[in-house]
């Protein structure tokens, strides 16, 4: 069976050396040398400042939320996962979409400030697969009308702008470290900033408000990951550029498959250092792209509709028009792509779509 993607998994004799010390320590979670390990490898990797491991992605978000006393509206994209949105539902904001750029699928800025009114707070955008927002643009919004910004950076692990991280942008970013990405601690995520005082109050957030054994000094949760997940952590990071290296070999090898064929493949910025997280093509029509996965799972093959429905779509929101995100929500389909793909299984994969490609084409 070939998913959308695989986690990769270390050689197991290293995974067990740091069980060894575990089960020695008896430390199983609460901050323990691994977990520090960790945090200190991966902002020195990422080049960043401050940087919190956390238990999931998710939880990042609504810390930064919480962190960046947000209140009253927030201006999002509908084109991400489910995750970005239930944050801002959950820590009782109100999301407001503004439709994305067709051609990144990221956030439009020309269309963001439309939507400000007296209740916006912030600005949380995602960099959907790992391709850049257009921050100098959100940042120069964001100074204008004096709001927060905060960007989704779950997709973009390791990706560069103007040869800097990424995760430099804006107030706040935030990762997930979950079993699918590229970089993974079985389950897990991160907060990043480079604000000192921000640091400090996500710092006591993430420990139900510790400040210490016996001292509380404001509101928290229980945001920390365990030394079993910071130890997967360890194993996979020294993997993440041979990892990147082979998933850009099986794009390139992609894009060369689908030469001709009607497809439409994000524009990724050209000022980026590219992580290749994710394969996504932009089919013509819905009716294909369900096609598609109709005759790929007969092969056991299966592919994801990243982002579907548009989440505009969800119950809990008010209903908002944003054409494009529903339009392309509806023709995109995320191909097989994980360091084990063989160059045998792309071609089949290839195959499959371009038959069926020109089946309906015919139709």
Same mark, same amino acid.
């Given at each position: 069976?070939?998913?959308?993607?695989?986690?990769?998994?270390?050689?197991?004799?290293?995974?067990?050396?740091?069980?060894?010390?575990?089960?020695?320590?008896?430390?199983?979670?609460?901050?323990?040398?691994?977990?520090?390990?960790?945090?200190?490898?991966?902002?020195?990797?990422?080049?960043?400042?401050?940087?919190?491991?956390?238990?999931?992605?998710?939880?990042?978000?609504?810390?930064?939320?919480?962190?960046?006393?947000?209140?009253?509206?927030?201006?999002?994209?509908?084109?991400?996962?489910?995750?970005?949105?239930?944050?801002?539902?959950?820590?009782?904001?109100?999301?407001?979409?503004?439709?994305?750029?067709?051609?990144?699928?990221?956030?439009?800025?020309?269309?963001?400030?439309?939507?400000?009114?007296?209740?916006?707070?912030?600005?949380?955008?995602?960099?959907?697969?790992?391709?850049?927002?257009?921050?100098?643009?959100?940042?120069?919004?964001?100074?204008?009308?004096?709001?927060?910004?905060?960007?989704?950076?779950?997709?973009?692990?390791?990706?560069?702008?103007?040869?800097?991280?990424?995760?430099?942008?804006?107030?706040?970013?935030?990762?997930?470290?979950?079993?699918?990405?590229?970089?993974?601690?079985?389950?897990?995520?991160?907060?990043?900033?480079?604000?000192?005082?921000?640091?400090?109050?996500?710092?006591?957030?993430?420990?139900?408000?510790?400040?210490?054994?016996?001292?509380?000094?404001?509101?928290?949760?229980?945001?920390?990951?365990?030394?079993?997940?910071?130890?997967?952590?360890?194993?996979? &990071? !020294?993997?993440? *550029?041979?990892? #990147?290296?082979?998933?850009? /070999?099986?794009?390139?090898? +992609?894009?060369?498959?689908? %030469?001709? &064929? !009607?497809?439409? *493949?994000?524009? #990724?910025?050209?000022?980026? /250092?590219?992580?290749?997280? +994710?394969?996504?093509?932009? %089919?013509?029509?819905?009716?294909?792209?369900?096609? #598609?996965?109709?005759?790929?799972?007969?092969?056991?093959?299966?592919?994801?509709?990243?982002?579907?429905?548009?989440?505009?779509?969800?119950?809990?929101?008010?209903?908002?028009?944003?054409?494009?995100?529903?339009?392309?929500?509806?023709?995109?389909?995320?191909?097989?792509?994980?360091?084990?793909?063989?160059?045998?299984?792309?071609?089949?994969?290839?195959?499959?779509?371009?038959?069926?490609?020109?089946?309906?084409?015919?139709?």
């Amino acid at each position: 069976m070939i998913n959308v993607t695989k986690s990769y998994l270390p050689d197991l004799k290293e995974y067990e050396k740091y069980l060894t010390d575990i089960w020695e320590s008896s430390w199983l979670t609460n901050y323990g040398p691994l977990l520090i390990e960790l945090e200190r490898k991966l902002k020195e990797y990422l080049g960043v400042k401050h940087l919190f491991v956390v238990n999931n992605g998710t939880i990042a978000l609504q810390i930064a939320i919480k962190a960046l006393q947000l209140k009253g509206e927030i201006i999002t994209t509908p084109f991400s996962y489910v995750a970005t949105t239930a944050s801002i539902v959950w820590e009782n904001c109100e999301p407001v979409f503004c439709d994305i750029n067709k051609d990144s699928l990221c956030i439009d800025p020309l269309l963001i400030e439309k939507k400000i009114t007296a209740k916006t707070s912030a600005i949380l955008a995602t960099h959907v697969f790992g391709n850049a927002c257009d921050v100098e643009a959100i940042q120069n919004i964001a100074k204008k009308y004096n709001l927060k910004v905060i960007y989704d950076a779950a997709h973009a692990f390791a990706v560069k702008l103007n040869n800097q991280s990424l995760l430099n942008y804006g107030d706040v970013s935030t990762l997930s470290f979950h079993a699918t990405k590229l970089f993974h601690t079985i389950e897990g995520g991160a907060i990043i900033t480079n604000d000192d005082n921000l640091a400090y109050h996500i710092s006591y957030m993430c420990n139900f408000g510790h400040d210490g054994p016996e001292n509380f000094i404001g509101l928290g949760t229980n945001a920390k990951l365990s030394e079993f997940h910071a130890a997967m952590g360890l194993c996979v &990071l !020294p993997q993440v *550029r041979n990892l #990147i290296s082979i998933r850009k /070999k099986i794009s390139n090898l +992609y894009d060369k498959l689908f %030469l001709n &064929l !009607p497809f439409i *493949r994000p524009v #990724i910025n050209e000022k980026l /250092k590219y992580n290749y997280a +994710y394969y996504p093509i932009i %089919l013509p029509t819905e009716t294909l792209v369900l096609e #598609i996965i109709k005759e790929l799972n007969l092969h056991k093959i299966f592919p994801r509709r990243y982002f579907y429905p548009s989440l505009s779509s969800l119950n809990y929101v008010k209903e908002q028009e944003v054409p494009i995100t529903e339009d392309i929500s509806t023709r995109i389909l995320c191909l097989p792509l994980a360091h084990n793909l063989s160059k045998t299984t792309i071609e089949k994969i290839a195959c499959i779509i371009k038959k069926k490609s020109e089946e309906c084409e015919l139709l």
